[in-house]
């Protein structure tokens, strides 16, 4: 059985004795959209067929037609009709892989299944949905060990580690988490004096948190940490770029407790104002491959972040990592690097050499295509 992947040199003109391979790439909501984005590119340029079957804002916010994709909306039918003449369907997430498994219950074509969920504290309901989507995919891709180990425990027969490359400056998508907020499209040399004046952070510590407003990106906890930077001089400003249900909440606690935090709401330009942060934060209780952790060390803006799913695998020696739902040492660990330039410059460094180690788009599409190829190859 053969698992290499499928030649570059594959294209639309090449005998018509070797098929083209046909893939759907399915979406549920924008979380892995940027993923999608950078797959379907990949694939597309090595003569693979690609159709992406999502909501319609994610095609107007990812562009898959311009990435050399059919895009088709993810209603139901539309879904089955696409589905027809796959040789592979590729879900991105657990509500996606149900919607694919429904899609195609009847036929014989395999599901690959990108896990983006498996975080503690979901329902009963999301447990299940979990486990029917586990059993249903011939192959589950966790973006982190944590991942892969979750989609075992909920049955899969098949979960493997496949860490998903984003290209720099590629996430968007407020719905989605840090992608979410539209960390995307800064110029490669943004003036970060203009950023902070912008922001109202001229002359006192900026810190950067992106991501949707919803209960699971710890918020609650971070505001709790800025009631103790309060007591720093000069008073940091914490800014939160992202849009979601937790709005109004947050809101009124910034408001009523006097707190330096300001909510941008959805930014296109998040990557931007991370640039010209002095430390960002992440307060997830779960991320895999969290977009904000990759984007700062990349930028060379020092973390502190939660030591939740794959976040340590994915950060390693290149941020700061505390405890999930303890503000003090959140609050601790960022006044520290406030007060100490040197270790921050030391973070800079081992940030961006942490991540020269992450795979590279290429990486990425070369072991998909040979995860289709090895599919392909047990129906032949």
Same mark, same amino acid.
């Given at each position: 059985?053969?698992?290499?992947?499928?030649?570059?040199?594959?294209?639309?003109?090449?005998?018509?004795?070797?098929?083209?391979l046909?893939? !759907?790439?399915?979406? =549920? #909501?924008?979380?892995?959209?940027?993923? &999608?984005?950078?797959?379907?590119?990949? /694939?597309?340029?090595?003569?693979?067929?690609?159709?992406? =079957?999502?909501?319609?804002?994610?095609?107007g916010?990812?562009?898959?037609?311009?990435?050399?994709? %059919?895009?088709?909306?993810?209603?139901?039918?539309?879904?089955?009709?696409a =589905?027809?003449?796959?040789?592979?369907?590729?879900?991105?997430?657990?509500?996606?892989?149900?919607?694919?498994?429904?899609?195609?219950?009847?036929?014989?074509?395999?599901?690959?299944?990108?896990?983006?969920?498996?975080?503690?504290?979901?329902? *009963?309901?999301s447990?299940?949905?979990? *486990?029917?989507?586990?059993?249903?995919?011939?192959?589950?891709?966790g #973006?982190?060990?944590?991942?892969?180990?979750?989609? *075992? /425990?909920?049955?899969?027969?098949?979960? %493997?580690?496949?860490?998903?490359? !984003?290209?720099?400056?590629? !996430?968007?998508?407020?719905?989605?988490?840090?992608?979410?907020?539209?960390?995307?499209?800064?110029?490669?040399?943004?003036?970060?004096?203009? &950023?902070?004046?912008?922001?109202?952070?001229?002359?006192? +510590?900026?810190?950067?948190?992106?991501?949707?407003?919803?209960?699971?990106?710890?918020?609650?906890?971070?505001?709790?940490?800025?009631?103790?930077?309060?007591? /720093?001089? +000069?008073?940091?400003?914490?800014?939160?770029?992202?849009?979601? +249900?937790?709005?109004?909440?947050?809101?009124?606690?910034?408001?009523?407790?006097?707190?330096?935090? %300001?909510?941008?709401?959805?930014?296109?330009?998040?990557?931007?104002?991370?640039?010209?942060?002095?430390?960002?934060?992440?307060?997830?209780?779960?991320?895999?491959?969290?977009?904000?952790?990759?984007?700062?060390?990349?930028?060379?803006?020092?973390?502190?972040?939660?030591?939740?799913?794959?976040?340590?695998?994915?950060?390693? !020696?290149?941020?700061v990592?505390?405890?999930?739902g303890?503000?003090?040492?959140?609050?601790?660990?960022?006044?520290?690097?406030?007060?100490? +330039?040197?270790?921050?410059?030391?973070?800079?460094?081992?940030?961006?050499?942490?991540? /020269?180690?992450?795979?590279?788009?290429?990486?990425?599409?070369?072991?998909?295509?040979?995860?289709?190829?090895?599919?392909?190859? *047990? %129906?032949?």
């Amino acid at each position: 059985m053969s698992s290499s992947p499928v030649p570059v040199s594959v294209s639309a003109s090449v005998s018509a004795s070797v098929p083209v391979l046909r893939t !759907v790439q399915v979406l =549920c #909501g924008a979380s892995g959209g940027a993923h &999608v984005r950078s797959l379907a590119t990949g /694939l597309a340029a090595r003569g693979v067929r690609v159709t992406v =079957c999502g909501p319609v804002e994610t095609e107007g916010e990812y562009d898959f037609t311009g990435a050399g994709a %059919r895009f088709t909306p993810d209603a139901v039918s539309a879904l089955r009709a696409a =589905c027809v003449e796959a040789d592979v369907v590729h879900a991105h997430g657990v509500r996606a892989g149900l919607r694919a498994a429904l899609a195609l219950r009847g036929r014989r074509i395999p599901l690959v299944v990108s896990w983006h969920g498996g975080g503690p504290g979901g329902s *009963r309901l999301s447990l299940l949905l979990e *486990r029917h989507v586990a059993r249903a995919a011939a192959i589950v891709l966790g #973006g982190s060990s944590a991942q892969v180990d979750v989609a *075992r /425990l909920r049955g899969a027969r098949d979960a %493997r580690l496949a860490a998903e490359a !984003v290209s720099s400056g590629a !996430v968007s998508g407020v719905a989605s988490g840090a992608a979410a907020a539209g960390v995307a499209g800064a110029a490669d040399a943004p003036d970060h004096g203009k &950023v902070r004046a912008e922001l109202g952070a001229v002359e006192r +510590p900026l810190l950067i948190a992106v991501g949707s407003l919803v209960p699971r990106r710890g918020y609650s906890v971070l505001l709790d940490a800025a009631r103790e930077w309060r007591k /720093l001089d +000069p008073v940091p400003l914490l800014v939160i770029a992202g849009e979601g +249900p937790m709005r109004g909440e947050l809101a009124r606690r910034i408001q009523a407790e006097q707190l330096p935090v %300001r909510l941008l709401g959805q930014r296109r330009d998040a990557v931007r104002l991370l640039a010209a942060a002095d430390v960002a934060v992440l307060a997830s209780r779960w991320e895999a491959r969290s977009p904000l952790a990759q984007e700062a060390l990349r930028r060379g803006v020092p973390l502190v972040a939660t030591a939740v799913g794959g976040v340590p695998e994915l950060v390693g !020696v290149g941020g700061v990592l505390v405890p999930y739902g303890d503000a003090g040492a959140m609050a601790s660990a960022v006044a520290g690097l406030l007060a100490d +330039p040197v270790r921050r410059g030391e973070l800079v460094v081992a940030g961006r050499a942490q991540a /020269l180690t992450w795979p590279s788009e290429d990486d990425t599409v070369a072991q998909v295509l040979s995860v289709y190829d090895e599919l392909t190859s *047990r %129906r032949r």
